[in-house]
């Protein structure tokens, strides 16, 4: 099916799109290394520049829920990138916790569908109050992995002709009736998303390089002015930070690009 920016589903039109109006976007840079040491090394190296940074699978399961603690207690933000796909009930039980150790953000799979997106809202929603500090944690849906294009994502789903935009823009919808706070989508495809939504769904764009710096596994990248351009509220930076040679230049560029 062929969706369209303003109509992502039949007889499912979102709300009109409004200026935006929203600050610059936050940049988060991805501590993806394999223990606690390696990570705060980083947060030490690049000190006032980034006060925000994603812990994802790697680091998750190599340090556990204290290293989102330590991150805390050194007064940085954490996206919690564990992109949770399982029934509702466990997914609303993981996000309760996560929200209770510390994260602000959350990332859970769109494909889980509805009934899961709205259980992980719920269970941030409790887990943030049970950890009494008054602060949020936000569920973003994941739509399309930027490691994915149209040919391997049809492969993946086990169909033909895929657009990515397209599938981007119908997960989009699910997530908005779901109630989530916004998606992860490439920098391509976010452009439509905005179109479509205005600022009903805050965008999260992963796979940010700066001009020069290598794709690596990513096959849907942008640059940090790119991704502000297409209306990103967060950008996530690792490599083309965390491997130059001097980390705090290239995080600088990063800032100076977001504007």
Not at 7 to 24: E, F, I
Request: glycine share 12%; proline share 5%.
């Amino acid at each position: 099916m062929t969706v369209t920016p303003n109509v992502p589903q039949a007889g499912h039109k979102p709300p009109p799109a409004t200026p935006s109006t929203a600050p610059k976007a936050t940049a988060i840079v991805a501590l993806d290394v394999p223990n606690a040491d390696s990570a705060l090394m980083i947060v030490s190296a690049l000190g006032d520049l980034c006060r925000f940074y994603k812990v994802g699978g790697e680091l998750f399961t190599g340090a556990g829920p204290s290293v989102v603690r330590s991150l805390t207690e050194h007064g940085c933000q954490v996206f919690l990138d564990l992109k949770l796909h399982d029934i509702p009930n466990t997914t609303r039980g993981a996000a309760r916790s996560a929200a209770r150790i510390g994260a602000r953000i959350l990332t859970v799979h769109a494909t889980g569908g509805r009934a899961m997106m709205e259980a992980a809202m719920e269970g941030a929603r409790q887990g943030a109050a049970q950890a009494g500090h008054g602060g949020e944690c936000e569920v973003f849906a994941v739509t399309v992995l930027t490691s994915l294009d149209g040919e391997r994502l049809g492969e993946a789903w086990g169909r033909t002709g895929v657009n990515v935009q397209d599938e981007v823009l119908r997960l989009a919808e699910i997530a908005r009736r779901a109630g989530v706070t916004g998606i992860v989508c490439g920098g391509a495809e976010a452009p439509a998303v905005r179109v479509g939504y205005g600022n009903t769904l805050k965008l999260l764009i992963p796979g940010v390089r700066l001009t020069g710096s290598a794709a690596n596994d990513q096959l849907r990248v942008v640059t940090p002015g790119e991704a502000v351009a297409a209306g990103a509220s967060y950008v996530i930076v690792g490599r083309t930070v965390t491997a130059a040679p001097v980390a705090r230049d290239a995080m600088r560029r990063v800032l100076a690009e977001l504007g």
